[in-house]
């Protein structure tokens, strides 16, 4: 524990992905005080088509009040 999960548009690299992951990891021992050993991160690429349907609706919009950070945009409207 914890388990991070970063859901993005396709198009990065696999650097920029594992420089994505390493400092998810860094923070995250650095604000909860965990091991690095404890934390795991997944990076899920998601179409812009589907994004919508498959990200927002069900994660963003329908969890509103359990995000830390709201997102400023809304691809429902």
Do not use: C, F
């Not at 021992?29 to 069900?58: K, N």
């Not at 919009?61 to 400023?72: E, F, I, M, N, T």
């Amino acid at each position: 524990m914890p388990h991070v999960t970063v859901k993005l548009y396709p198009g990065k690299s696999e650097q920029q992905k594992t420089q994505l992951a390493e400092r998810i990891v860094k923070d995250v021992m650095e604000a909860l005080g965990s091991s690095e050993g404890a934390i795991s991160v997944a990076i899920e690429e998601v179409s812009p088509t589907d994004w919508p349907e498959t990200v927002y609706r069900p994660e963003i919009a329908s969890q509103w009040d359990r995000l830390y950070k709201k997102p400023g945009y809304n691809p429902l409207k």
